[in-house]
T-cell receptor, first 112, second 115 residues
Framework: TQLLEQSPQFLSIQEGENLTVYCNSS?????LQWYRQEPGEGPVLLVT???GGEVKKLKRLTFQFGDARKDSSLHITAAQTGDTGLYLC????????????WGLGTSLAVNP | NAGVMQNPRHLVRRRGQEARLRCSPM?????VYWYRQLPEEGLKFMVY????????ESGMPKERFSAEFPKEGPSILRIQQVVRGDSAAYFC?????????????FGPGTRLTVL
């Protein structure tokens, strides 16, 4: 069974700090998607990474796809309270883009 | 360009009743996915449909649960004879198709409470 493991499971930081969350697997993925989910809402797609070594930036968020396409990271610079939420990674395994494999998420709390 | 719509947002049912959850995909999207999410658990895949076809229902319980995506109208997830264990948030996602990155876009969810 292919798994995506996300770490840390929980993270509580102060506003202005930097943080990195990770999404790891022993399997190769053709693409990985990062979502953020707020309480009571559905996941919102942040970014899709498809090329090994790819780096994408979305304002203060930097996403990286590992060279071997088995892992990904999300780095947030100068976190704000509005960044609070559950960060989920999900990917399509190589050769199968029908069914996403999901991680359990990192729950981030940014305190004022 | 409206996003994925789900209704109702909240649904309360007594044990033994039926629950019908509706999902209208984004305009131009012909693929629909249903997920269930419990507190402290991840998203659990239930079923993947295209118009008038069930493509993958490997995550759907064999009994009481069914899904459809008719030629016209929204996709429906139907739960018959609900039990307390069915209480969860149910999310629908849509995608434009397999010839893209097949990015899935989610609706706001339906929170089902079974009394």
């Amino acid at each position: 069974t292919q798994l995506l493991e996300q770490s840390p499971q929980f993270l509580s930081i102060q506003e202005g700090e930097n943080l990195t969350v990770y999404c790891n697997s022993s399997s190769v993925f053709s693409s990985l998607q990062w979502y953020r989910q707020e309480p009571g809402e559905g996941p919102v797609l942040l970014v899709t990474v498809v090329t090994g070594g790819e780096v994408k930036k979305l304002k203060r968020l930097t996403f990286q796809f590992g060279d071997a396409r088995k892992d990904s990271s999300l780095h947030i610079t100068a976190a704000q309270t509005g960044d609070t939420g559950l960060y989920l990674c999900a990917g399509y395994s190589a050769g199968n883009n029908r069914k996403l494999i999901w991680g359990l998420g990192t729950s981030l709390a940014v305190n004022p | 360009n409206a996003g994925v719509m789900q209704n109702p947002r909240h649904l309360v049912r007594r044990r033994g009743q039926e629950a019908r959850l509706r999902c209208s995909p984004m305009k131009g999207h012909s693929h629909v996915y249903w997920y269930r999410q419990l507190p402290e658990e991840g998203l659990k895949f239930m079923v993947y449909l295209q118009k008038e076809n069930i493509i993958d229902e490997s995550g759907m319980p064999k009994e009481r649960f069914s899904a459809e995506f008719p030629k016209e109208g929204p996709s429906i997830l139907r739960i018959q004879q609900v039990v307390r264990g069915d209480s969860a948030a149910y999310f629908c996602a849509s995608s434009p198709g397999l010839d893209s990155y097949n990015e899935q876009f989610f609706g706001p969810g339906t929170r089902l409470t079974v009394l």
